[in-house]
């Protein structure tokens, strides 16, 4: 990012001129459909800023890597050579193809053949253009498989490009999101969060208690986001000593905050652990399906989210706080050389995540309006997955939260496309087992030891 | 400690891998929880009590087995996937056996045991070959195995295997299960004497150094997976002996529980250090937090209670670990089995006093204070009573137990020895299973010999 070569005039402007006219086709499109005069001036203004961001990237990337050609045997044979593996990889997958369609009626369709060589120009370019990122190529091979999933989706499974379901998945996309947060921060420090689906959980619960007690909404709101800062920096408080053991640490924690939140809700009720309320009209318009953001037909939530990654993402990349957060991630001893408090990020790591949990948990109760501990249950693994899947570094140091972004929405899209495909629960999480090795495989893999001496 | 295994091995068998510190806290926790579980329910202390806690208690204890072999290995690997692991052989097995097949006790072992490793060694080859986090390959793991499991058996349901149906009822101490888990313990132990284990600690604590020392750190990787994978397969006969039947989703609480009573028994999830005594007492600590809250009637907060004392307790227990270095400082060579052995005499008083029948004893009068005799406190002790039936029944009762508590002694001492010799090559170590082999058959016989006056006293 620092190192951008300059692309030349020519390039600049042809690159401009691409971007305008599809911006132009973009709008014709949303005139054409209907569509109210804010949107499309909204989208025309993302697809502009998006397509010269993405062309300055990529050429830049480019400019620098010159390929150097080597004499040698011949030509097919180095070429076999040097793509083995891709090539029986390519095999593989069209033996698959070819075993599917002979054995199973009907497999053999257009759309498939189509998402065939979807799925075949994304591996292809991952392995080709990939290799042009040195950095960031974790969120470029993640970028390409959203797209590659998502119009594979689109053209198999009826809806799937329906303004309610990207809708449904965005709403779900920005729970994973705010949960994931936390884990993001702390992991670039090297450290792990194991409590967030249980503060989740106490939030949700511990949000309508408050709410049954006849406390006023938004100071409810406020309490319970308190807490769960303060929660978490008791446990930033507990882990820095113990780093090694952060996972079990905050374990730990979340066990008995989950077990306290119970305990205090169910005081005094005869429904042990149910708690009863109702929840006001605009915390559940915050996270409903059907809640408007200023009169414009989306749940706020979607908008807070987004709201909080680009502050998240520009701050870590431009403030001091976020740089100093990845001089501590890669070298405790050289950032504590120059002054920076190791303990004071480490605490103030966790206490955000805590906060975002916290504030999960209040917006799940609107979208469910109704208390339940193990709401947060599945946030356990998820967000971890959501953050290996982006491509931050669980050692630390290596990573952000625009690549937990693109992560949660791999997830999420992968998720609505297994259920599109009509999977039921279990098979999504086995397949969701199944990718999450071979996608952190493709960027996530460590030196082999005898370079490490 | 690894760097003085790794040069100065004179050093190493001075302070060696047995006088671990870390095991303070377990037992500590283990005698005071012990001690609080006897004196809330006495009835603990019976056959049939331990009986049940031996039943419950050993699949968490093998899976903590199966975990700790694994996170031996170092690099983070801490196995998540371990719950699903039981859970999937467990499903299995199940489906098997409705469908004919694994009638055979040694075939369900080696189906689980075999399984079970074939699992780790996929896991390990994938740690060692693609090279990404071990902690990522066992996330993906526990994933893709908590989905197949609920493929593979819908809802728990299902037949174990006839010859186990009664391991799991728990009314004596001495069951199968009882058999698997000391066997599977002193197999590990046996493992701690060969040079593979010192290797794997090598390789756990710094596997740099390790490599350049010529270690061959993919085969030592692969075979503590291997290890653990047959822990795995173990732990989960037991789970399926304990319910009986097949259950998808109960296996996969094991991972976080059996995580907890790894750390909880001083195992560095870091690498490098760990052992089945440390393990087996973590999960027991976390059986009788379990046992000892379940004597309270929380009514129907009781499982949030237990979360929360679960917590606080893993919490706690790991900040008092931070205390060790200052504690090191004082003692130089603490000795866990010496340690262990002390606090296991007071807790047998604790027991004693708690199970002992006070009322019974009322009868035969107490100590009546009296003005003090000169000459009967002289020579009293060294005269010959004689002997009343009451008394003489009291000795019979009491013999067991004295028996037991020499026998304690002497298994300490002998388990001492045998282990301080252990590394060099001398006939000692056997000489040492022989006499304690020796003395515990005389102590049978004794008993023997001691029960039958008994019951004819009765008669």
Request: hydrophobic share 55%.
């Amino acid at each position: 990012m620092e190192k951008f070569p300059q692309i030349s005039l020519s390039a600049r402007i042809l690159g401009l001129v691409v971007g305008l006219i599809l911006t132009a086709i973009g709008a014709g499109f949303g005139f054409a459909q209907g569509a109210s005069v804010q949107i499309v001036i909204l989208s025309a203004i993302a697809t502009l800023a998006l397509f010269v961001w993405g062309w300055r990237y990529v050429l830049g990337q480019f400019l620098d890597g010159d390929t150097a050609t080597s004499e040698g045997s011949s030509p097919l044979r180095q070429a076999w050579v040097q793509f083995r593996w891709p090539l029986l990889g390519l095999a593989l997958i069209l033996l698959a193809f070819l075993v599917l369609s002979l054995t199973v009626k009907g497999f053999f369709n257009i759309w498939n053949v189509i998402s065939l060589l979807i799925l075949l120009a994304i591996l292809v370019l991952t392995r080709t253009l990939g290799r042009q990122f040195q950095q960031n190529r974790s969120a470029f091979i993640g970028i390409m498989v959203l797209a590659g999933l998502f119009s594979v989706g689109s053209m198999n499974i009826e809806g799937f490009a329906s303004g309610n379901n990207i809708k449904s998945m965005l709403l779900f996309a920005s729970f994973l999101g705010i949960a994931s947060v936390g884990q993001t921060l702390v992991a670039l420090l090297g450290g792990l969060d194991l409590s967030i689906p249980f503060i989740i959980g106490g939030a949700n619960v511990g949000l309508l208690y408050l709410i049954g007690l006849g406390v006023p909404p938004w100071l409810a709101t406020i309490i319970v986001l308190a807490i769960g800062a303060v929660l978490g920096v008791i446990n930033g408080f507990l882990s820095y000593r113990l780093q090694g053991q952060a996972l079990i640490v905050t374990l730990g924690t979340g066990f008995a905050i989950s077990g306290g939140v119970q305990i205090v809700t169910s005081i005094g009720s005869e429904y042990s652990g149910n708690v009863f309320g109702t929840v006001p009209g605009w915390l559940s318009n915050l996270s409903a399906m059907n809640g408007s953001t200023f009169g414009l037909p989306f749940p706020p939530v979607i908008a807070i989210w987004g709201l909080i990654a680009l502050i998240l993402i520009v701050g870590l990349r431009i403030t001091v706080y976020g740089r100093f957060l990845y001089a501590l991630g890669v070298n405790r001893t050289s950032a504590s050389r120059v002054m920076i408090s190791e303990m004071r990020y480490w605490v103030l790591m966790y206490a955000l995540s805590g906060f975002f949990a916290a504030m999960t948990g209040s917006l799940l109760l609107g979208w469910s309006g109704g208390g339940f501990i193990g709401v947060g249950d599945q946030y356990l693994f998820l967000t971890l997955a959501a953050v290996v899947v982006g491509g931050t570094s669980l050692l630390g140091g290596a990573g952000g939260y625009g690549f937990t972004v693109i992560g949660v929405l791999v997830l999420q899209v992968l998720s609505s496309f297994l259920v599109g495909i009509g999977l039921d629960f279990k098979w999504q999480q086995f397949i969701f087992g199944l990718l999450i090795l071979p996608m952190v495989a493709l960027y996530a893999r460590s030196p082999h030891i005898r370079t490490q001496i | 400690m690894s760097a003085a295994t790794s040069h100065a091995p004179v050093q190493a068998e001075a302070q060696g891998g047995r006088s671990n510190p870390f095991l303070l806290m377990p037992i500590t926790l283990f005698f005071a929880l012990l001690a609080f579980a006897v004196l809330r329910a006495p009835n603990l202390m019976t056959s049939s009590g331990i009986g049940a806690a031996i039943i419950v208690a050993t699949p968490l204890i093998l899976a903590t087995y199966a975990l700790m072999a694994s996170a031996m290995s170092g690099r983070g690997t801490v196995d998540l996937s371990v719950g699903p692991l039981i859970g999937f052989i467990n499903v299995t097995l199940i489906q098997l056996h409705a469908a004919g097949m694994l009638e055979n006790p040694i075939a369900v072992f080696i189906y689980a045991m075999v399984v079970g490793a074939i699992y780790q060694l996929i896991f390990a080859l994938i740690v060692i070959y693609v090279r990404v986090q071990p902690i990522i390959v066992s996330l993906s793991g526990y994933l893709a195995l908590t989905g197949i499991n609920l493929v593979i058996l819908p809802r728990p349901g299902g037949v174990a295997p006839p010859f186990m149906a009664e391991w799991g009822y728990g009314t004596s101490i001495f069951s199968p299960i009882l058999a698997i888990l000391l066997l599977a313990s002193v197999a590990w132990l046996l493992f701690t004497a060969t040079a593979f284990y010192t290797h794997l600690r090598l390789m756990g604590s710094d596997e740099r150094a390790a490599y350049t020392s010529g270690v061959p750190i993919t085969i030592v990787r692969i075979g503590a997976h291997l290890i653990s994978g047959c822990f795995a397969g173990l732990a989960a006969i037991c789970f399926t002996a304990l319910i009986s039947s097949g259950d998808p989703s109960q296996g996969t609480t094991y991972t976080l529980i059996a995580v907890t009573a790894l750390v909880l028994g001083g195992a560095s999830l870091a690498g490098g250090r760990g052992g089945v005594f440390g393990s087996a007492l973590g999960a027991l600590n976390l059986y009788l937090i379990t046992y000892v809250l379940s004597t309270f009637n929380f009514g129907s907060v009781q499982s949030f209670v237990t979360n929360l004392a679960y917590g606080t307790i893993l919490v706690v227990s790991l900040l008092l670990t931070l205390l060790i270095p200052v504690i090191q400082r004082f003692i130089r060579n603490f000795s866990p089995l010496l340690y262990f052995v002390a606090l296991s005499v007071v807790v047998l008083g604790i027991i004693l006093h708690a199970t002992f029948d006070y009322a019974a004893l009322g009868q035969v009068g107490a100590l009546i204070p009296g003005p003090l005799d000169m000459q009967a406190a002289l020579t009293g002790p060294l005269e010959i009573a004689t002997i009343s039936p009451e008394t003489d029944a009291l000795r019979i009762a009491a013999a067991p137990l004295v028996l037991s508590a020499l026998l304690l002694v002497v298994i300490a001492i002998f388990l001492r020895m045998a282990i301080t010799q252990s590394s060099r090559r001398t006939l000692a170590p056997a000489v040492a299973v022989v006499i304690a082999a020796l003395v515990l058959a005389g102590a049978y016989v004794m008993s023997e010999g001691a029960r039958a006056p008994a019951t004819e006293a009765i008669d």
